[in-house]
């Protein structure tokens, strides 16, 4: 048997997110369907994030085992031609069979995109968050700082997430502007359930001046998801990058 | 009367173009469509730039007369309440009764937009022309060099079109790539039918080396549109900006 890699990109509009779930349209329903028609055979493909409800992917990961004599990069080309076209693997190849794309991920990127203009661009509707007052980016920027480090994100966390810890290492967090476009860029060792799209939301109430930078100090010391600001829209948010350790990339 | 001026975002995707024809989705139609309910009256559109099916726009420009107490500025946000999703109205205002969107306006500006990645992503899809192989950027750009300047542009002119003189000016024209994107930049003080896609399919060919910077120069001095690339589709071209003279931009 050999385990297969993918390096995924998915257009997240049309899909109830990555995990199977019954009466859903979902990204692994998919690909485990275009795997089982390429292999003809029953396949489990296990993802490294569980992207939620029309969040975006770039460079989602997942692996699936499989006998075959199908070179490893020409998988990708296989599984494209049997996937709809709004889900498309960038990559495909073997890896060792220890291998665990959720455990072995290291850190992770996300973008979340938004435009702050008066009014929206529709070319960029279905990408981007819109916000139409003018965001303060510079008050953005001094509040991602207060994000750096090890930290308790319990007030960035979905009230309905059951996890062990809510402790998180976040290395990068910035607010890039190329106007009238915004992206949050930010890295971690791992994010809690809707963490992204919450400090997002307080991002945004930071740049609309509803929040201080000392207020955001005292959010993150509540650990009270009550004082956090709203989770901001899904479809401002994509999953960019999945690193893993190894000199391959993959340990 | 007052001669309103509009600066119109659009998504083309679903549309047959910028102007009026029968039996068919126009931005223009739907334009005319939100201005006669607005105004509850008939009222006719005058557009700066007749882009073509499939083609995006950030800043067309367009203009009506009427006699309203609208306040100028309130006018797009009255229009956009009016309008399908997939235009929006980015500013109104009232301009001098002898502004021309068409004959005044002095240099446009349209971006190309490729994705070149071996394989497409899916998010990007709908607003960029896909190129699979590898283009040769610097060769690109040094072939950019040749367009600059007052040229007959007869070359990069849909054969099907009849106009009084294929002479333009192209003031600049760049390559500029953030990979895996390539956004070919053009500005010039007018456009034949369809030449800014003709001269983006040939830069398309010189990043392939299906052609050499001297075989451009040959095919720009042949006045042959046969010697040139295809048209490059139009899902790839968005009208930018389009510049009038005049202290406040309206002469």
Redesign the interface.
Known sequence: MKRIKLTI???GQKYSGWQIQNNANTIQAEIEKACQNLFSQEIKVIGASRTDTGV?A?GQVATFDIDTSIPDKKI?YAL?ARLP??????ESKEVHNSFQPRYHAIKKTYHYHIIN???????Y???NHFVSRKLDINKMQEATKLFIGEKDFKSFCSANSSVKTTIRTIYALEVEQKAPFLTIKVTGNGFLYNMVRIIAGTLIDVGLNRLSIQEVDEIIKSKNRAKASPTAPAKGL?LVKIYYGGKDDES
Not at 85 to 90: A, C, G, L, Y
Not at 117 to 123: D, G, V, W
Request: charged residues 20%; without cysteine; proline residues 4%.
């Open positions: 990109a998915y257009d975006h770039l990708a494209n076209e709004d889900i498309v693997v960038q203009n008066e009014f929206i661009l529709p070319q509707r279905a990408y994509t």
